[in-house]
């Protein structure tokens, strides 16, 4: 209801006017001002009922809404009063129709005043109705009204119940010869027959006017079927996209069928329910024996875990998708009566000038590529064991830096996440895919062997063959492209991009010529590797020892705890420890790199790299406090290029407390001199305050020999390279 208060009042003007005048000495005169004449109100409030007319059935409510409004202010109401038994309430609008055994009308005014005593009112009529009775059932429908279900087995019927009121009662349902219905989850439930016998579900349900309707569910219960074991049997297989050679992009005209080898297999029912499980062959094949009859599915995941004697664990997963594991599946089908062949085959999704379909074969070729790099080791160490690990590959994982969980990647490369290793491969179509480039995913592992089964010190960032690097990074990359010429047997490195993937670029490595040639060089230390493993003899290269004492070499105590940084150095002065190695076939090939110096820590090394403060490989930094000169420059490029870090070392006499300074002592006016120390590949030691020209630390260590590197922030950080010289000095405190 609305209240209104309305107040119109005349204008109204006063004036007062005095009167002034001079009549001869006498005195003046004035009048006082005037009252206004009171307003008299004479209006009525006003009151209106819409609608003005009802028509309720006997004992229910209607609505009509009253508005009361007046020029000043009701004072007095409003209020309604009804004949005939009928009600109205001011506060809710809401007319109460009396019970009535015939058709009568109800007169509602409503009164309401105001403050001079004016009243108004208005009429609401409302004809209250004797209600027709309710001859109408509810109405019950199955659909479908028949089916056909199985001994012990179940169907699916919807039931619906109307009524043209309201159902109060059911619906319920009964069955017959041992059938059931659940009106909750509508699904029959068949009895255990013999013969084919019909059950008949009625539903029931019935309105407050007692009113009762039916519905006729027929269902036919069959006997089960005699089962019988079979064998439903498979090839699993994958697309395998190969590389054009001539423009080392991606050829779709020449896809090949490969098997999906040993990959778990499982079998399905409806619900999801993993019946059996199995591993597929080396060519693809699985077997289960089933019982005839079910409804079932095949499905393959993209991983290997094998137990001993060499244990695998590695799984190819969608890092954009909370790491789901990859899978390959068939459709539901019943198993027949007898044997059963179900191939799968993962597509390569691709419609003739792109990518059209599902892209279901990319985690199946990682899988194969990494499981035939596995089985290389294998052949050469059959007890190795390869700690779990995961391949990270999605169709949006592109080449820029970000989060990685939306496919922001920044390039295919090789992390530990949470202490899990990791592969990162890009997926991203028509700028760089990575799925099929063969030699990039084996690099990426030779990262994961390093880490996971040897060691690496490498810092990594940008790199290429031409760059001079810092040595660790060279020899890291430097192994990761000689690996996947190994296994491959195929030394040259092809990496396809572009639109349709069809450009590209490749790398020889058994190439002997670099633009950048020594130890800091990639190139370089591929050329090495790959002529220790292969069994060409070209230029320099007379070795031919295989991938046994290179595995060796990396697996070398002497190589994983080396006081030095892993580098070339470090690497052949472990390969001189296995057997078989002629000293004379090595030294041809690193003088054919103008790499001479020996031991892990390069000692007598001459070729500077173009660096005249590039040597020696390692400052020997004594314990006296005699300061010994280092440099950080950017002649080559920043973070992890040649000459941007410079190596000491020391050896430590006794456990306990040194101070290591590191003072400007030539080159650019202001700079940020950091230092990290190493012992054994373990970080023990880091002086990176930020201060100003000199960084001064005091850090515990125990015995034995350390190394560092040493740098000027500016030249790692990239944004400000410089050129500066340091006095490094150590002491006992």
Known sequence: MTYLNQISLPALSIASVLLLSACGGGGGGSSAPTSPTPVVDRIAPALAFSPTRLTVESETTGNSTLTATDNVRITVGPTVNCTNGGSFNVATNIFTAAAVSADTESVCTATASDAAGNQGSATLTVTMTVPVPDTEAPVLEFSPATLTVKSGQTGTSTLTATDNRAITAGPSVSCTNGGSFNVTTNVFTAAAVTENTESVCIATASDEAGNEGTGTLTVTMTPAPVTMDVTVSGKLTYDRVP??????????TSITRMPIRQAPVELLNAAGTVLDSTVSDDAGNYSFTVESGQT??????????????????FKVVDNT???????????????????????????????GASYTRTRAAAPFALLDTIYSTLEEFIEVDPDVDFPAFNVLWSTRNRSEGGNVADGQIGTSSFTVSNGIPVIRILGDANNDTDEYDVHVVVHEFGHYFENSLSRSDSIGGPHSSRDRLDSRVAFGEGWGNALSGMILDDPFYRDSFGSSQASGFSINVENNTHVSTGWYSEGSVQSILYDLFDDTN???????????????????????????????FAFLEALGNQSGITASEITALTDAQDINGTGG??????????????????????????????????????????????????????????????????????????????????????????????????????TGQHVMEAYAFENVDGTSPIEVCYNMTLEAR
């Open 601 to 702: 820590f390069g000692i007598g090394e001459t070729n500077t790299g173009g660096l005249t403060d590039a040597l020696p490989v390692y400052v020997l930094l004594p314990t006296n406090n005699r300061a010994v000169e280092v440099c950080s420059v950017d002649n080559f490029g920043t973070f992890n290029k040649h000459g941007n870090r410079r190596y000491l070392a020391f050896n430590i006499p006794r456990a306990g407390t040194y101070r290591f300074t590191m003072t400007r002592s030539v080159g650019a006016i202001t700079s940020d001199p950091d230092f990290q120390i190493f012992k054994n590949g373990v970080r023990v030691g880091v002086g990176e305050s930020g201060t100003r020209n000199t960084e001064e630390q005091d850090i515990v260590l125990s």
């Open 296 to 313: 079932v599915r095949v499905r393959v995941r993209s991983e290997i875990q094998k137990d001993g004697p060499n244990e695998i664990d």
């Open 321 to 351: 998708s909370s790491d789901a594991l990859y899978a390959l599946q068939s459709g539901l089908s019943e198993v027949p009566a007898n044997n059963q062949r179900r191939n799968l085959n993962a597509a390569s999704g691709w419609g």
């Open 538 to 568: 070209d230029g320099a290269d007379t070795a031919s020892y295989g991938l046994g004492p290179i595995y060796g070499a990396f697996t070398d105590p002497d190589y994983k705890d080396t006081a030095a940084f892993t580098s070339i």
């Open 243 to 252: 590389f054009n050679t001539a423009t080392n992009g991606l050829d779709y």
